[in-house]
Structures are given as C-alpha cells and as structure tokens.
C-alpha cells in the first residue's frame, strides 16, 4: 500500500523538487485501500521528506463492470456485480482496482 506514496517521493526526488504540496492519487474502489489508512502512512513516512508539510488527495474511483449481453457498462460496488438491465452477473471489470499516481503538485 505504501507503494504509491513511495514512488511519489523517489520521483520528487528525481525531479529535484524540494517541496511537495499536493501528491493525487486515485484509488479505486476494489483497491482494497482504505483512503484512511493511506493518509495514516502518508503522515508516517511524510516527516524528514520533501513531502512533510504536503498533503494527498485522493480521487475515488468507482468500480465499473462491462455487461457483454447489454453491451453496455455499468457501476457498482461489489466485486460480484450484476448487471442492472438483465441481472446477469459481469465477468469482466473494466475499472476499479487501481492505485495510482496520479499528479503531483511540486516546487
Ligand atoms: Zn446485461
């Protein structure tokens, strides 16, 4: 789970940034990541970084299935989804297992 929080500061780094203000971050719903959990580790490896007095922002993003019968897509919450229109349940997620890096605010 630190992974992404890792990478954001090896790249601050890189870039030879000396403050980090904001680090996005979008996370999505079957991720397994608790958003809360996240800025508890951000807060935890934050101090002695350029990253300290920086916040994250994290986007949410919904899980989306794909309804081969309809072929239509369609949002819910649940890795086994049924599809709304013909209550079919969806093989395929289309989104909602990332965690990425998604921008980062630097100086
Ligand atoms: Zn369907």
């Known amino acids: 789970m630190q992974g992404a929080l890792t990478l954001a ?6 870039a030879g940034a000396s403050r980090v203000h904001v ?17 508890f580790a951000f807060e935890a490896l934050a101090p002695g970084t350029p990253a300290e007095n920086g916040r994250l922002a994290i986007e949410n993003v919904p899980a989306r299935f794909w309804c081969a019968t309809c072929t239509r897509e369609f ?5 086994f989804a049924e599809c709304p229109d013909c209550h079919k ?19």
Request: aromatic share 0%; proline share 4%; glycine share 8%.
């Open 23 to 39: 680090i996005h971050l979008r996370i999505g719903a079957l991720s397994g990541v608790v958003p809360d959990a996240l800025q």
């Open 75 to 79: 949002q819910s919450d649940d890795m």
């Open 89 to 107: 349940p969806s093989g395929e997620l289309r989104a909602g297992r990332e965690m990425e890096l998604a921008s980062m605010e630097i100086d």
């Open 9 to 14: 500061l090896e790249k601050t780094r890189q």
